[in-house]
């Protein structure tokens, strides 16, 4: 019988605890949920145990506050730290979450060599570079999950304007997860058809304005934390391609190696996620203004990594 994987779910909050309901409703394998707080991660495990026999299922979920327990982990999604709370952006947080990044990448590194590790704490392309630098991990090893959750957020509002079913909507959304990630028009379609002969311009225009905005609208209504539904689901469907060795291609964070004239930081690129981690960086032809646009979001990066000593 094949050995059922091991989910290491590191920070138990709001993003961890989704991570952990939804590791249990796709059967990704057995689930740790690590955090600091005492009891918290224990009690959330101890009520998704008796969410299983509801639905049927036979996973298995323990909670902890010992980091040892992550031991023999295959996949690590980590979204400790703090959240933003109104007014405040990704890049404020980013000292306090870089120490939290120190603290947990060196325990990864002890427990959970060899795993997958994807990263969501904010902020995302810089926090997913300190990790890799800390535990010292393969590049291919260590990936950022934002462009996901970025992409869904673009087709969300592509396929409600264009009143069709959001499966009809192809779109990438590349780049920093920050104020300027780059929605790709030129690849974005509807039906197969280019998006700009769909969607009109000024429409366009303004809904990759809500796009780069759209963390911020919900931290706007939410007030006490920012989203976690569509992150959860968004790395959970990260973890699935490398478990299952899908080869899918998806915008993720990276560690670029002159890929699109950008060299020595993590960014979100378009990828092949199967087996053996990020398999390869797909490039494809962006147009001046999207060239431009990303060159700007890595510049918005690098400024991030000093701060970050990343
Ligand atoms: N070790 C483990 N867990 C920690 C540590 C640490 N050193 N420091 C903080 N945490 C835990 C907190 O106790 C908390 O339970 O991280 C958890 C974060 O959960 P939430 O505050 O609910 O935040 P969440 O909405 O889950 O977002 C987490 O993802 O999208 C990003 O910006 C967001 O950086 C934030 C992260």
Redesign the pocket.
Known sequence: MAKRKKIAL???????GTLALLSGLRNLGDVVL????EG?PQGKALDLQHLAPVFGLDFSITGTNNIADIKGADVCIV??????KPGMS?DD?VKT?AD?IR??GAGIKEHAQGAFVIV???PLDVMTQLMQKVTGFPTNMVVGMAGVLDTARYQAFLAQEAKVSITSVAATVLGGHGDDMVPVRSYTTCGGVPIEQVVAKDRLDAIEKRVRGAGGEIVALLKT??A?YS?AASAISMAECYLNDKKKILPAAVSCNGEYGVKGIYLGLPVIIGAGGVEKIVEIELNDAERAALAKSADAVRSVVAIAGA
């Open positions: 590191i920070g138990a909050g709001q993003i961890g690590f955090d600091i707080v918290m979204t400790s730290g703090l959240p933003r990704r947080l979450n939290i603290t947990i969501v704490t904010n934390g920012s976690f992150p």
